[in-house]
């Protein structure tokens, strides 16, 4: 099946500075991607539609200007989280669909985002 | 995107079968039934996708009635090593932009 990837699976980092995560399908492109986070014990949430080209799609209630999204290629989209506070501290998700016409979605391993 | 209703969790032995049905009234004549596996601080991974009737893969069986409004799961003979997060999605494939929504999902523990 098709593959995708996430770097860092983990990062540590201070109250007030910003981090970026990486999500690639390796094998595949995508025109759209999507990002999840979830919080221990609970399901993942949906936080945005990343399109390759165009701006993202933010669900309610996420902030767009705190959650940075950019989808530069076909095969890489990138979430940055701007001046991250402990609540942002969560589990994050990518995920791809191949692109038939099925809901087949290819998920990253996540990455593990802890703000001191 | 239709809302998915789930047990919160269930519970097994080894060697058993476990079936869980998940319910969809609002499912849309596009959308395909797709059901996920969670482990612990990883993605979830692909098990199974139907549209209608019965599929059947080398891990597991979904059942899907004729009017589609409820689904079942069937895992044959688990192991200790399906103790999992089972969830259920409903989705309209690239009719829905492959938007995809999770609801709780199932928490199966496998007892030996």
């Known amino acids: 099946g098709a593959v995708v990837s996430q770097h860092p699976s983990w990062v540590i980092c201070k109250s007030g500075t910003s981090v970026k995560i990486e999500c690639r399908s390796l094998?595949?492109?995508?025109?759209?991607m999507f990002w999840y986070r979830q919080f221990p014990k609970q399901s993942l949430m949906l936080m945005a539609t990343?399109?390759?080209?165009?701006?993202?799609?933010?669900e309610q209630g996420v902030e767009k200007d705190k959650f940075l999204i950019n989808h530069a290629s076909l095969t890489l989209s990138t979430l940055t989280v701007t001046s991250a506070h402990p609540e942002d501290s969560s589990f994050y998700i990518c995920?791809?669909?191949?692109?038939?016409?099925?809901?087949?979605?290819?998920f990253g391993p996540g990455t593990r985002l802890t703000v001191l | 995107l239709a809302k998915t209703t789930q047990p919160i969790s269930m519970d097994s032995y080894e060697g058993q079968e476990v079936n869980i049905t998940c319910s969809h009234n609002?499912?849309?004549?596009?959308?395909?039934i797709t059901w996920y596996q969670q482990f612990p601080s990883q993605g979830p991974r692909f098990i199974i996708q139907?549209?209608?009737t019965k599929v059947t893969n080398e891990v597991a069986s979904l059942f899907i009635p004729a009017d589609r409004k409820s689904s079942t799961l069937s895992l044959p003979r688990v192991s200790l090593s399906d103790t999992a997060v089972y969830y259920c999605?409903?989705?309209?494939?690239?009719?829905?932009?492959?938007?995809?929504?999770f609801g709780a999902g199932t928490r199966l523990f496998v007892k030996a």
């Open positions: 995920s791809a669909p191949q692109g038939g016409g099925d809901n087949e979605q290819f």
């Open positions: 609002n499912i849309a004549t596009n959308d395909y």
């Open positions: 999605l409903v989705g309209g494939g690239w009719t829905g932009g492959f938007k995809t929504i």
């Open positions: 139907g549209y209608k």
């Open positions: 094998d595949f492109q995508a025109t759209t």
């Open positions: 990343s399109n390759e080209g165009s701006k993202a799609t933010y």
